[in-house]
């Protein structure tokens, strides 16, 4: 074949090739990346809708979440840190894993087949998240779990039988999980060898108008739930469900968080504003809708989904300016809000609420879905 030629019928299949290929019209593969983030991985999983959510196996904590606003430019709707370095020194628990006990148990104290259990108390009397060194402080051993459909970042720890005063050898899986229906899921998984309580959750702080960018009191917030649970002085639930209607707890339609948070009702005083958990209507069991929140500047809306009984619902009250977050941002009061799907606080101590148990035997499933929309 003439040299002319032959570069000719070269050309012709270069082209040829590149445009099956093209024809085929494969879908763009949903994306997991993986970065370094100080000693720890980032992970960073996209869908096709331009969210992207970050994730570190530190902690299990979401580090950051780009959600598009009503006119679809991208911003990052939760408070953190820039570096793991932030995370380690100072966090009031910013995006992670809370584990094993999300919220309080009262006194640090626990009983579980008739035998005592105590744990270090690092909120006054009582222990909190899990005590001195909980989830949301260990490194997790991640994996990609990533389908055709989504990409999803299985994450496992392991904690040892009595670590922080908790009985059984107790391993845990989460999975996050970004769809292309814009929705962030939490799948939770626990296995134990003895008998153990435990009460899973994540502890995103929300701000849908972007992280730093001023208080929440304007989001606008539905619970579906008709009553909460009042706490002691401490914050340790006094074991009464009580109704919300015609207290400033009443979010059953949507109301702005600022709209009766200074009221003088005795449980925002002691909640420093709201820091209660709500009893969802749906009783836990099966995935339902617990909460919408609608942010009036950008449009962007949040919807949870839980399968748990109880969410927390905490704005931010002691968050108080000293800390500088993502690019330097200070988080002042109120600045955050977050909603931990949960089982009520102290649940160990208080026979009348949804158990906390696990035994040997038994898979602790659980699954919250953060969905994400804008409004006009
Ligand atoms: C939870 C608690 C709050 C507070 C925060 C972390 O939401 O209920 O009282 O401890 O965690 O600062």
Request: proline share 5%; aromatic share 10%; with cysteine.
């Amino acid at each position: 074949m003439p040299r002319k030629l032959s570069w000719m019928a070269l050309a012709l299949a270069f082209i040829l090739t590149v445009s099956c290929r093209n024809s085929k019209k494969e879908p763009v593969m949903t994306a997991m990346k993986k970065q370094p983030f100080g000693t720890a991985d980032l992970y960073v999983l996209a869908n096709h809708n331009g969210v992207e959510a970050a994730i570190t196996n530190y902690g299990g904590i979401l580090v950051s979440l780009k959600v598009p606003d009503r006119t679809g430019a991208p911003g990052d709707i939760v408070l953190g840190y820039d570096t793991l370095d932030g995370y380690i020194k100072q966090s009031p628990y910013f995006g992670a894993i809370v584990g094993r006990y999300g919220n309080r148990i009262a006194k640090g104290r626990f009983a579980l087949n008739g035998k005592e259990y105590s744990l270090a108390l690092n909120d006054g009397e009582n222990s909190l998240h899990g005590g001195l060194k909980g989830f949301d402080k260990v490194m997790w051993s991640a994996r990609d779990v990533s389908t055709s459909q989504a990409p999803a970042l299985e994450l496992t720890y392991v904690s040892k039988d009595g670590e922080e005063g908790y009985p059984g050898t107790l391993t845990s899986k989460v999975t996050y999980t970004l769809t292309d229906a814009n929705e962030l899921r939490i799948d939770y998984a626990a296995t134990t060898d003895k008998d153990t309580v435990l009460n899973l959750t994540n502890h995103s702080y929300f701000n849908l108008a972007g992280e730093g960018s001023g208080d929440v009191l304007a989001h606008e917030v539905m619970l579906a739930a008709g009553k909460f649970t009042p706490v002691n002085a401490t914050l340790i639930p006094t074991g009464e469900l009580k109704d919300v209607k015609g207290t400033p707890f009443d979010f059953t339609t949507p109301t702005a968080i600022g709209a009766r948070v200074n009221e003088k009702d005795e449980q925002l005083i002691r909640g420093r504003g709201y820091d209660h958990n709500w009893v969802l209507d749906s009783g836990g069991g099966s995935l339902a809708l617990a909460a919408r929140v609608y942010e009036p500047k950008s449009g962007r809306v949040l919807e949870v989904l839980t399968d748990q009984p109880g969410i927390q619902f905490y704005i931010g009250n002691f968050l108080d300016g000293s800390i500088k977050g993502k690019g330097g941002k200070v988080y002042g009061h109120r600045y955050g809000f977050c909603l931990e799907t949960q089982h009520f606080p102290d649940s160990p101590n208080q026979p009348a609420f949804p158990s906390t148990v696990l035994r040997p035997g038994q898979t602790l499933r659980e699954v919250t879905v953060h969905k994400f929309a804008v409004e006009k």
